[in-house]
């Protein structure tokens, strides 16, 4: 079963509204409508908070949900979000000193400059993503 059902049956076994709940932890009720209708998923604190809420285990909230299992371990895998990170810092600075070595070396070509210049900020969006997604 998914978690989006296991949610929606522990609040109305509960007796709680969405309201209810969105307000006990701290969330908009527009929230909880999405983590039941599998919109989207919670992150773990809020996992462990509904958890407590519906008098619920975690291993019974969460076992057999593949989908909610790999959302949890992409939010939480500290590792692998750094090598993104450090990934996506490599990529700029590469692309920044490859826009540096053109202008100098190539002053008359600016559509070498262009296209370079357009790699940079792709780059730097990459960058940017990855920094927003860890904070």
């Not at 604190?45 to 969460?62: E, G, H, K, R, T």
Request: charged letters at 25%; proline letters at 1%; one cysteine or more.
């Amino acid at each position: 079963m998914e978690i989006g059902k296991k949610l929606k049956d522990a609040r109305m076994k509960s007796g709680f509204t969405q309201e209810t709940v969105a307000e006990k932890i701290n969330v908009s009720r527009q929230t909880i409508s999405n983590w039941e209708n599998e919109k989207s998923y919670p992150d773990i604190i809020s996992v462990i908070a509904l958890s407590d809420l519906y008098s619920i285990s975690l291993d019974d909230l969460l076992k057999g949900d593949r989908e909610m299992m790999e959302h949890l371990e992409e939010c939480t895998n500290v590792v692998k979000s750094t090598q993104k990170l450090i990934g996506a810092i490599i990529l700029n600075a590469v692309t920044v000193i490859l826009l540096i070595a053109l202008s100098m070396l190539l002053p008359d070509k600016s559509y070498y400059l262009l296209v370079v210049f357009c790699l940079a900020i792709m780059s730097s969006s990459v960058l940017l993503y990855q920094i927003i997604k860890r904070i």
